[in-house]
């Protein structure tokens, strides 16, 4: 069964305190691996989709890596708006077009 | 994101009756994907469809549960004989592509908040 765990569960920042978000993932053959954010009472927004190891993409101040058995959404100088939950999902070859989700990281950046 | 329209955005519903969400997918998708939300949980997903299909409906709930996709209008999901333990966010995405492409990248709807009291 595929399994996607995030850690850590929170985490609290100062404004400008780098950081970075795990993603442990157990797939059978990795189609892709997904990251949205999510704020209170809204649905997930998408960020990236990430498709093999090695692999890195940017937007504004967040950063997603990728290796086979994990992946990191580093957030470089974060500002309040930034304050969110960060959902990770991956895609299985043998899944169809399905996503699992891991738990989230509730990120709360603080002035 | 707001591409994705669901409505109602929130439905209180009494136990035993039955709930209705409805999801329109963005312009030019034609796959929909419902998945659901519990208290202080991630996300869970239910089914997956195009017009007229149910491709995957490996995570709804065998009884009282069902969801379609028209060829015409939004993708019900239906939810008949409601409980407490119904009550929970239910988000739909959508994602384009035609007969067998994989998803690249699938947008959400703001969700349904269903209270079941």
């Known amino acids: 069964e595929d399994q996607v765990t995030q850690s850590p569960e929170a985490l609290r920042l100062q404004e400008g305190e780098s950081s970075s978000l795990n993603c442990s993932y157990t797939?059978?053959?990795?189609?892709?691996l997904f990251w949205y954010r999510q704020d209170p009472g809204k649905g997930p927004e998408f960020l990236f989709t990430l498709y093999s190891a090695g692999e890195e993409k940017e937007k504004e101040r967040l950063k997603a890596t990728l290796t086979k058995k994990e992946s990191f959404l580093h957030i470089t100088a974060p500002k309040p708006e930034d304050s969110a939950t960060y959902l990770c999902?991956?895609?299985?070859?043998?899944?169809?077009?399905?996503?699992?989700f891991g738990g989230g990281t509730r990120v709360l950046v603080k002035p | 994101n707001a591409g994705v329209m669901q409505n109602p955005r929130h439905l209180v519903r009494r136990r035993g009756q039955e709930a209705r969400l409805r999801c329109s997918p963005m312009k030019g998708h034609s796959h929909v994907y419902w998945y659901r939300q519990l208290p202080e949980e991630g996300l869970k997903f239910m089914v997956y469809l195009q017009k007229e299909n149910i491709i995957d409906e490996s995570g709804m709930p065998k009884e009282r549960f069902s969801a379609e996709f028209p060829k015409e209008g939004p993708s019900i999901l239906r939810i008949q004989q409601v409980v407490r333990g119904d009550s929970a966010a239910y988000f739909c995405a959508s994602s384009p592509g035609g007969q067998g492409a994989w998803v690249t990248e699938a947008f959400f709807g703001q969700g349904t908040r269903l209270t079941v009291v």
């Open positions: 999902a991956v895609q299985a070859r043998a899944a169809g077009n399905k996503l699992t």
């Open positions: 797939v059978s053959g990795l189609r892709g």
